[in-house]
């Protein structure tokens, strides 16, 4: 049994266009947005009323919603992170740590925290939050 | 004047293999890049900027509780009384510094909404209160 074959003048589809859009979306993203820094908790910036200078994503301690430690990309208990910060102090002494705490943290986890950076002997706590 | 014809046609460029890397990058970008604006709001620890004179007066302190209400020495206020009642207070003595404590379930959001609302009364020197012995004591100091 024979099938005649249809003929077959398909022009190619014209991707052009279509490399356009996609190479405009990866500029855009390129240089909008900035890499998401890797961190083993996950942890929501709390909201800020009043704008401040912008900073950068990354964190040096992340405290998430359960009261967990994460401290240089790996969860860590509060002495592992205590002995960790001291270390650091040791190399920079005026060496600022950056804490994001998340929103839905307890408030008195987060001073007992801050609290424990300040007798290990840290100078400054910069606290990340969202800017408005 | 006839300019010959080329022996061998120019070959298209394949275009496939490089939308296939371009959509890789895309895809990546889209998944590891994030847009939120990010701020830091210092904290100072050293607490060596205290000066014997501000230390005379008793800090004013503010127990922030759960369900938003305030206390502020000793007195209880609704959570939008805060502002009228803290001016009173620190056109008394502008000097005087102003502790926050905040009870047990309290979010750092809300201490954070509360740290913004004191600061922006021009209150020189605000501190965070930690006891580490469980309950925040109803207004003692």
């Known amino acids: 049994m024979r099938f005649s074959r249809p003929p077959r003048h398909e022009t190619p589809e014209n991707v052009v266009p279509l490399i356009n859009i996609v190479f405009l979306l990866l500029i855009f993203l390129m240089l909008a947005g900035t890499l998401n820094p890797r961190s083993p908790l996950k942890a929501e910036l709390p909201a800020a009323s009043e704008p401040r200078d912008p900073a950068r994503p990354e964190a040096d301690i992340v405290l998430d919603a359960?009261?967990?430690?994460?401290?240089?990309?790996?969860?860590v208990s509060r002495d592992q992170l205590i002995s960790g910060v001291r270390e650091v102090l040791e190399r920079e002494p005026t060496r600022r740590f950056r804490l994001l705490a998340d929103r839905n943290t307890r408030a008195r986890d987060a001073i007992a925290l801050i609290e424990a950076l300040k007798r290990a002997g840290v100078g400054t706590v910069d606290l990340m939050t969202e800017r408005p | 004047m006839q300019i010959g014809q080329r022996k061998h046609p120019i070959?298209?460029?394949a275009l496939t293999p490089m939308i296939d890397v371009v959509f890789l990058l895309l895809a990546f970008f889209l998944?590891?890049?994030?847009?939120?604006?990010?701020?830091?709001?210092?904290?100072a620890l050293d607490g060596g900027s205290e000066t014997t004179a501000e230390r005379q007066t008793p800090p004013l302190a503010i127990i922030l509780k759960e369900n938003g209400a305030l206390r502020l020495d000793g007195t209880a206020l609704e959570a939008d009384a805060l502002e009228p009642a803290l001016s009173r207070q620190m056109a008394a003595d502008?000097?005087?510094?102003?502790t926050i404590e905040p009870e047990d379930g309290?979010?750092?959001?809300?201490?954070?909404?509360?740290?913004?609302r004191v600061e922006a009364m021009a209150v020189r020197s605000v501190r965070l209160v930690y006891r580490p012995d469980g309950n925040a004591t109803e207004g003692s100091d």
Do not use: C, N
């Not at chain 1, 359960?66 to 969860?75: D, I």
């Not at chain 2, 998944?31 to 904290?43: E, G, I, K």
């Open chain 2, 106 to 116: 309290v979010t750092v959001q809300a201490l954070l909404d509360l740290l913004d």
């Open chain 2, 11 to 13: 070959r298209r460029i």
């Open chain 2, 94 to 98: 502008p000097a005087r510094a102003v």
């Open chain 2, 31 to 43: 998944l590891a890049s994030t847009f939120s604006r990010v701020q830091t709001r210092p904290f």
């Open chain 1, 66 to 75: 359960r009261g967990q430690l994460a401290f240089s990309g790996a969860v």
